[in-house]
């Protein structure tokens, strides 16, 4: 089991960054993989930007040159930066642990953008 906890949701004006925590504890050593994902109301949840064990990162087209993923290994942490934030960014953000898919969620933080 992988427990994965977020933090640093909010509240923000347009234009204005954002920086979510998750970090992960237990069986992390079967982890390939770390994302964030995003679910905005009356719409699927999909990927946000993922980083891999080797450090590998990849995004959404929407977020690209915006959003950076990064980890710390040290920590077990991973660092969402959300920068140039939109109101169409308006969330509630998941943290993954990866394993071949999302195998283990966090419970989720608020990110609200207003215009």
């Known amino acids: 089991q992988v427990q994965l906890v977020e933090s640093g949701g909010g509240l923000v004006q347009a234009g204005g960054s954002l920086r979510l925590s998750c970090a992960a504890s237990?069986?992390?050593?079967?982890?390939?993989?770390m994302g964030w994902y995003r679910q905005a109301p009356g719409e699927q949840r999909g990927l946000v930007a993922r980083?891999?064990?080797?450090?590998?990162?990849n995004y959404a087209d929407s977020v690209k040159g915006r959003f950076t993923i990064s980890r710390d290994n040290a920590k077990n942490t991973v660092y969402l930066q959300m920068n140039s934030l939109k109101p169409e960014d308006t969330a509630v953000y998941y943290c993954?642990?990866?394993?071949?898919?999302?195998?283990?969620w966090g419970q989720g933080t608020q990110v609200t953008v207003s215009s």
């Open positions: 980083i891999t064990r080797g450090g590998s990162t």
């Open positions: 993954a642990a990866i394993v071949v898919v999302p195998a283990y």
């Open positions: 237990g069986s992390i050593f079967s982890i390939n993989a």
